[in-house]
């Protein structure tokens, strides 16, 4: 109905895509700006990159097609309908995040971007902070003692 409000997701602290994709636009600009030179290493290191772009693809598309199949909220901040243990699910509680990092490491290596490479760290914290606190706490009280035992079962990363 037209003015109803859902029951609301997880609050992120920072939305996924922007603690991500900040890190890494500033990374890339500091490094260009204070001319630090491009990573050498020859084609591997823009094909690694590649690889790593290719693998984030099919790795958060299958956990993008586990939600759909489901029927849980697809995109971040959306609420959570049934709690997922297989699949991508069963290696890490956080596979999207996974995904994400393996993205950004390999978007930095075909760009050769020093500096991109540099703030992966404050990307890690940023997800970790700013979504990945902020979920968990929702899973707890919106799927209780199951969230807990997959909890304890599953690593939160890898």
């Not at 920072?14 to 500091?30: Q, S, Y």
């Not at 902020?134 to 599953?154: D, H, I, N, Q, S």
Request: hydrophobic share 45%; with cysteine.
């Amino acid at each position: 109905m037209p003015g109803e409000r859902r029951t609301a997701g997880p609050r992120f602290r920072i939305w996924p895509p922007v603690a991500a994709g900040v890190p890494w636009l500033g990374g890339w600009w500091a490094g260009r700006r204070l001319g630090v030179p491009p990573m050498g290493g020859g084609a591997w290191v823009p094909g690694a990159g590649r690889a790593l772009l290719v693998a984030f693809a099919l790795w958060n598309g299958w956990c993008l097609w586990y939600f759909a199949r489901h029927r849980t909220g697809l995109m971040p901040g959306q609420d959570t309908n049934a709690l997922l243990t297989s699949g991508p699910y069963r290696v890490s509680r956080n596979p999207l995040y996974v995904g994400l990092l393996a993205g950004y490491i390999g978007a930095a290596l075909v760009a050769r971007s020093w500096g991109a490479v540099a703030m992966a760290p404050l990307t890690w914290a940023g997800l970790h902070w700013g979504a990945v606190l902020p979920e968990e706490a929702y899973l707890r009280t919106r799927l209780g003692g199951p969230y807990e035992e997959y909890r304890r079962r599953v690593r939160r990363w890898l």
